[in-house]
Every structure is written in C-alpha cells, then in structure tokens.
C-alpha cells in the first residue's frame, strides 16, 4: 500500500515537472519569435549591404549569363571616397629631367617613334618628380587593374564586400593579369554583369551609371578625366575575343570607341599613395603592395621565359634588367598595339627608392623585347651614380 501511494506520488512529481518544463520551453519559444521578427523587420538594408558577404564564390571565373550573380539592386558604391582628394605636391627636378631627356634620346637612337612615350618619374626619397607626356591620357592595357585593386578595397574597408571572397582573384588578376578574373572583380565593384542583349534604354541607363561608378570615385579624389570603366579582353568564359552586348555599347562610337585612359603622372600618384601607406588605410596600401610584388625567384624565372600562352611581367619589361635583390613591386601591361609598366623600385639598403611608368601606345614598342629593360637600366644607374636628386 505505501509502496503504490509512493509510486503515484513520484509519477505526478514528474508529470508536474515536465508541464513546467515545457511551459518554459514554450515561452523563451515566442520570446525568440518576437525579437526575431522585430530585427529582421528593422534591419533589412543592413542585411542588403552586405550581401553575399558570408558566402564566398570561390570559382575563379566569371558567373555567365545563364547564372546571374546574386547582387542587390540597393547596394550604392556612389557615395564611397577616396581618402586622398588631391594629388601631393612633388617638386619638379631638373636633374630627374635631364635623365628622362637621355631616355627620350636614346629612344630616338633606336628609331623608336617619341609620341606615342609617356615617363613619369617620381624619387620618393626626395619627393622630386619629372616626366614626358606625363599629363596625356593612354591606354593603360592591364595596368588598370591597379585602379580596380584599390576600388575593391574600398569597398571592402566599408564592410560592403568581403576580402576572403577576393584573395584568389587578386592574386590572378595582379600577378597574372588574368582577364577572367578581373572580369569578375568588376562585376562585383560595379554590381553589374555582361549582358549579351541590353536593348531597352532605361536598363542600360542604369547598367551604365553602376559601370561608371569606378571612374567618379577616382575623379572625385582629383584624377582628371580617367576613365577606368572598361574590361580587358579576351575572357574566355564569356566567349568574348573583344567587347560585345553591354561592353560594347558602353564603348559608345564603334568608329572611334570610348576605351580606358590613364596618364602615366595618375599611375604614378597612385603607387606614391600605395608606397606612403595613404591609400585607403595603412592596412590596406600593404596588402596592394605585396599583391604587386615580384620577387628576385619569379625575375629569375621568368627573364628567359618566351611562353606565349602565360603572361610574363618580366620579359620585356622594366624589371628584366634590374639587380635581383632590389625591390619590385609593379603591374605591367601589354597588347598587340602598345607595351606599358609601372614600378615602384628600392634598393636593399633603402638609399634609393622611385617610381618609374612608361606607357608606349605603338607597335614598334609592343614587339619589342629589349626597350624597356634598356630605359630602366638606364635610369637604375643614373639614380645610383647620381644618388637622391
């Protein structure tokens, strides 16, 4: 008898403990319900922004038509600024000029045309500069995707996309020159993606006004008239030897088509501010120069190399004749019409550092291998003899 009394007893204990349970359980339930609902109902551009951030796309290659990117329509890159609104003051060297004088000579020597030269050179430890045709806008072949770097990091530095996202295609695009990748990279900046057919105006509006992005956010910080809008081809992925659908409507005038234009003085402003650490943040101007950087291995490698299938940023450019130990960091260019490269350059001991860009808008200097490596010799060892100017 008492042992049954003890085992209702026990059994209702149990039963009472498990509706508390329960009604607890049910409680912190629809306490959680309400705040979830009050977030996400205060939270929704929040959320917008950052998009995709949390779910990197790790292929390499640019998502097709047939697979849009998911981007939102809210994000607005419009109000993002560059930090540096002016360009700093050098001071101009006559020293520095006589030898960009020699460069152009010697040019001339190897009967090289001179107008379609442009030379900035910028002596970082004296902050003296000279140049020639340093002011006039050129095609910048693939040393544009210096711009798209510092675009991307912008945004990234506002939360606005995520830099794990990014790694690899930097990587390809800076140190390869992958045009698959920089596709991709200005699809993301710029919120849009190539568009094999974009015939209603009112959505090409818009798709422009997003491409064009890229360029305001430099011309407002005081780079005049650049235009770093377009993609560099081919992309294979998409199918496209050259500008099609979008790409080539952005280009405007088939006959005389709107292309990217960059002096060689903005590249050069543009590789000081990365040097001093004054682009963007001091974090972010490091990560820009190691993604620049050739070492003394790769400029071993890579002097002799004559494959035509994998782009060379040695052969044929201003680090090929350069002392391995001296410090390269540079993004060069090159098309079947014209041979660009820019490099910010220091010795071990640190006593000499600049910066040189050549851009050179012509057959001649396309196909020809020894030019560029002869022009940074040259002013290697006017520095060195000269010393600081």
Known sequence: MRFSEKKRSTLLFRLQFASIVIGVGLTITGIALVLYKQKNSGNTEQVTKKVNQSTPLPSLSPVSSASPLTLSENIDTSELTYNITTAAKFIQSQKLQTIVDEVVNFTKNQKLPTQPLSITIIDLKTRKYAGYQQEKLRYPASVVKLFWMVYLYAQIEQGILSEAEFTQHLDSMIKKSDNEAASYIIDRISNTQY???????????????????????????????????????????????????????????????????????????????????????????????????????????????????????????????????????????????????????????????????????????????????????????????????
């Open 195 to 389: 568009k094999p057919n974009i015939k209603k105006e009112e959505e090409y509006k818009k798709w422009r006004k997003k491409r064009l992005q890229i360029n305001q956010y430099f011309q407002q910080a005081g780079y005049d008239k650049i235009n770093v809008s377009q993609k560099t081809f081919p992309i294979p992925s998409l199918k496209l030897s050259q500008a099609k659908g979008s790409d080539l409507k952005l280009r405007d005038n088939p006959q005389k088509p709107i292309r990217n234009q960059i002096s060689t003085q903005q590249v050069a402003r543009l590789l000081s501010e990365i040097y001093s650490n004054q682009s963007l943040s001091a974090t972010s101007s490091v990560k820009m120069a190691n993604f620049l950087t050739i070492d003394s291995q790769t400029r071993s490698i890579k002097k002799g190399d004559k494959n035509p299938n994998e782009f060379n940023p040695v052969r044929g450019f201003l680090s090929e004749s350069l002392p391995n130990n001296i410090s390269f960091r540079g993004k060069a260019g090159w098309t079947s019409a014209s041979r660009n490269d820019a490099a910010i350059i220091t010795t071990p001991d640190g006593n000499i550092a600049y910066i040189l860009v050549v851009f050179a808008q012509d057959k001649a200097y396309a196909y020809n291998w020894k030019i560029f490596p002869q022009i940074s010799r040259l002013i290697f060892n006017r520095l060195i003899y000269e010393g600081s100017l």
